[in-house]
């Protein structure tokens, strides 16, 4: 399991969001054939790839949606590590922010 102990990868995520990196937040994959083509395109990428794991899965760094959705109460978030578990994206996360792999 990857770690960021210094936090430069959360600073960097946290940057490029507010910087407006702009990211796929649509569409969500409601079925469980579009998450796990979700994921398979997430598979395609380099591990090492936290900007494309970002665009393609949608992070922003705010809840999302009119249920304001956040990775607090997806059930991949490691609350305290702050840690999104998913092994496809694998990357810190904070409570309030949101991906479209989020799932309860």
């Known amino acids: 399991m990857p770690i960021d102990p210094d936090g430069s990868i959360r600073a960097r995520m946290a940057k490029l969001m507010a910087d407006g990196l ?5 569409p969500f994959p409601y079925t469980s054939t ?5 994921l398979d395109q997430c598979r395609d990428l380099d591990a090492d790839d936290v900007v494309g794991k970002m665009v393609l899965t949608g992070w922003i760094d705010k809840p999302y949606g009119e249920d304001r ?3 607090q109460e ?11 578990d998913l ?13 479209r792999l989020w799932r309860i």
């Open 74 to 84: 997806c059930m991949y978030y490691l609350v305290h590590r702050k840690w999104c």
């Open 22 to 26: 702009r990211t796929q937040t649509e």
């Open 34 to 38: 579009e998450f796990a083509a979700l």
């Open 69 to 71: 959705m956040r990775c």
């Open 87 to 99: 092994p496809e994206l694998d990357l810190p996360a904070e409570p309030d922010w949101w991906c």
